[in-house]
């Protein structure tokens, strides 16, 4: 399995709700990233778990709060959030915290209302 | 902190023709990674090809190769036989290994339209 699943698709949500996005690895991948990337623009790094601790937090807005349960599990719990965090969030993982290539997953476009 | 640069918004080729993407970048590190990466229309992101600053070979994956410059900080990819499905926004990125974790710096991007 060398896929990086992420749920939902599309998700819509006004600045009130709380919604969460999944993402799942089989790779047995130790590293797992949350990106940002808006229309045409290139990805922005969020945050960096490796070995399922937070490694790298990019001056996100607590709004976004990631949580890594398992090695192969990552969260980002979305709350309070802007029209403005609309955008398409990747999930990625790779092999360890050291040079391996990154594997992405589809993405959630997320729309906020 | 480290740049990369990706002059051309968009380019424009015919099947079978070959055309080059640049990429320039900034750094003081001796050892890094580059790497291009391939973003179809509502697809997933994949890595095209990923370059060690420590060798000097040029990588090559099937069509596609680069031409790595490291004393004019340069990467560009070339596309040979260019197929309908090479259209897709490509991404150059750079990664220092020594920060200890694996933070990709992307360009802005160039946009490939191959066409029939």
């Known amino acids: 399995d060398t896929e990086v699943t992420q749920t939902p698709k599309h998700l819509v949500m006004g600045m009130t709700n709380k919604k969460s996005l999944k993402c799942e690895q089989h790779?047995?991948?130790?590293?797992m990233y949350w990106y940002k990337q808006k229309a045409k623009k290139p990805p922005e790094l969020m945050f960096v778990?490796?070995?399922?601790?937070?490694?790298i937090n990019e001056s996100v807005p607590s709004r976004f709060s990631p949580e890594c349960p398992n090695s192969s599990l990552l969260n980002l719990h979305l709350h309070a959030l802007q029209p403005e965090d609309s955008a398409l969030y990747l999930c990625?993982?790779?092999?360890?915290?050291?040079?391996?290539?990154?594997?992405f997953g589809p993405g959630t476009r997320l729309t906020v209302l | 902190a480290q740049t990369v640069t990706q002059s051309q918004p968009e380019m424009s080729v015919q099947e079978a023709e070959t055309v080059t993407l640049s990429c320039t970048y900034d750094t003081s590190e001796n050892n890094y990674y580059l790497f291009w990466y391939k973003q179809p229309p509502s697809r997933q992101m994949i890595l095209v090809i990923r370059?060690?600053?420590?060798?000097?070979q040029n990588a090559t994956e099937n069509r596609f190769s680069v031409n790595f410059q490291k004393a004019a900080k340069s990467f560009s990819l070339k596309i040979s036989d260019s197929q309908l499905g090479d259209t897709a926004m490509y991404f150059c990125a750079f990664m220092n290994p020594n920060t200890g974790f694996q933070k990709l710096v992307f360009g802005t991007g160039t946009r490939l339209l191959v066409s029939p």
């Open positions: 370059q060690e600053a420590y060798k000097q």
């Open positions: 790779m047995g991948h130790r590293a």
């Open positions: 990625a993982s790779s092999q360890d915290s050291s040079r391996n290539e990154q594997f």
């Open positions: 778990y490796s070995y399922e601790k937070l490694s």
